[in-house]
């Protein structure tokens, strides 16, 4: 240990255990009031913090909310605007910020944020992004057949089911690390498709016969939502296992644990699948946040949170200077329970690019708002949906053309509008920002490697 970190490993400050599944809907735990989800750690982490129920995946796709969660930017100003584009080297993240205020940092698991091929080595250095322990691999879904490279480009195979070896490796970090100030990430890929590669004996566990129908469900496979549930209490698991290691050590009073997603899952709600839309299920993520003694315990909060913040409310949390270019929010006084520290008023939702799944509801393009009420979006042919969520929680009826909302459309519209401009974005067709950000390269070799049959090219 270098003095820097023996001194910093003697002061007051806490740790950072960072946890997020990917494509996790915000509803999927016992705690959220899920009548089927088993999560009995995540219950418990819940109990003693502070849970989000409006948390909100400013992107909801992968790549693009990965780079805003660990940037503390929105995707125009990251450079990672949809899947398998490279974050930006020069934008700083977690990593780099924790590491230089004398933190031991790590990150396992999936990173996504480092273009393709999706199997490429990750060198130490700049594209790692200030992370010291490394032990990622860029993107793979493959939950028993696992690789992760340290720092040669040999990669290390993972045995058994990826979570549960991956979460092995946090454990060794923190048993190492546990007497000095960490800031610990780790990436599990499910639930994530494919749903069906989970433990046996938990997918065994879930009956599809027995699911409680969700009011909004249309033609649902059950087994896929089974086996999604499964993934999930198998994380669960994980967790307690990280939450007994803090406990062995005599830390978790000194750790900020946060679990999170990174998008959500439509998962047959309104017919759809996957995520990249402006519903609740592929936009709200689980939000919990833990630190004994200064974050509320048991609290279940209403107020805004979105990805975007997690990075100034935590160097908050931490006092440590946030660094140029941030464009969320220091919501630690929120995280707090600080008397009249309410949160924004509403998140900023971004489509630049359709990657996947967008055409299927009839948009390309799109930007909206979340508000603890309403859900609004608009094409670049106009405004599509209004949901008020207090009337409507299953989101069934648009009611963007209906006169008792033509003031709310107005008010949400002219919302949006101000967020555009504070955010730097003309709302353009998404080949203008491929030639704006000059990403024309990348992304042509993005689609040449994963859209190799119709690749949509773009010329400089």
């Not at 977690?94 to 490429?120: C, M, N, Q, S």
């Not at 469900?217 to 939450?243: F, N």
């Not at 489509?351 to 608009?378: C, F, H, K, M």
């Amino acid at each position: 240990m270098t003095d820097a970190r023996a001194r910093d490993s003697r002061a007051v400050r806490p740790n950072v255990l960072f946890v997020f599944p990917d494509q996790m809907q915000a509803g999927a735990m016992g705690c959220a009031g899920h009548p089927d989800v088993r999560t009995p750690n995540l219950d418990r982490l819940a109990g003693g913090g502070t849970r989000f129920v409006h948390a909100v995946a400013n992107c909801p796709v992968c790549t693009p909310s990965r780079g805003t969660m660990l940037s503390g930017r929105y995707p125009l100003a990251h450079g990672a605007v949809t899947n398998d584009l490279p974050l930006r080297e020069d934008v700083q993240t977690f990593g780099e910020v924790f590491a230089a205020g004398g933190w031991r940092t790590g990150y396992i698991g999936k990173w996504h944020l480092d273009g393709v091929p999706r199997a490429r080595f990750t060198p130490p250095g700049r594209r790692r992004h200030g992370f010291e322990y490394w032990a990622a691999w860029n993107c793979s879904h493959q939950y028993f057949d696992g690789r992760y490279f340290h720092d040669d480009p040999e990669p290390i195979p993972l045995q058994g089911y990826e979570p549960h070896a991956q979460t092995d490796l946090a454990l060794d970090f923190i048993h190492a690390h546990h007497d000095e100030a960490f800031c610990l990430f780790l990436s599990w890929g499910p639930p994530h498709p494919p749903y069906a590669q989970v433990p046996e004996p938990d997918r065994a566990s879930y009956e599809p016969d027995a699911l409680t129908r969700r009011g909004n469900w249309r033609d649902p496979d059950l087994r896929v939502v089974a086996d999604y549930y499964a993934a999930i209490t198998a994380l669960d698991r994980e967790m307690g296992r990280l939450l007994a290691a803090l406990d062995e050590h005599g830390i978790g009073e000194h750790t900020i644990v946060v679990f999170t997603s990174d998008h959500g899952d439509m998962l047959f709600s309104h017919g759809m699948r996957e995520k990249q839309k402006p519903w609740d299920e592929s936009i709200l993520v689980p939000l919990i946040m833990r630190y004994p003694g200064v974050v509320p315990a048991g609290r279940v909060t209403p107020a805004l949170f979105s990805t975007v913040d997690l990075l100034p409310t935590l160097l908050g949390m931490c006092a440590l200077p946030a660094p140029a270019g941030m464009q969320g929010q220091d919501l630690s006084a929120v995280v707090r329970g600080q008397p009249g520290s309410a949160g924004p008023s509403s998140a900023y939702l971004v489509n630049a690019i359709p990657v996947s799944n967008p055409p299927d509801i009839g948009q390309g393009e799109w930007r909206g708002l979340r508000t603890r009420r309403y859900t609004y979006a608009a094409g670049l042919s106009g405004p599509w949906l209004l949901y008020d969520n207090e009337a409507d929680p299953l989101q069934e009826h648009n009611v963007l053309h209906e006169p008792a909302y033509a003031a709310i459309r107005r008010e949400l519209e002219g919302e949006l509008q101000e967020w555009l401009q504070r955010t730097g974005d003309p709302f353009l067709p998404w080949p203008e920002y491929i030639r704006r950000l000059e990403l024309f390269e990348l992304w042509n070799l993005r689609e040449r490697t994963q859209n190799r049959t119709h690749p949509r090219l773009v010329a400089p």
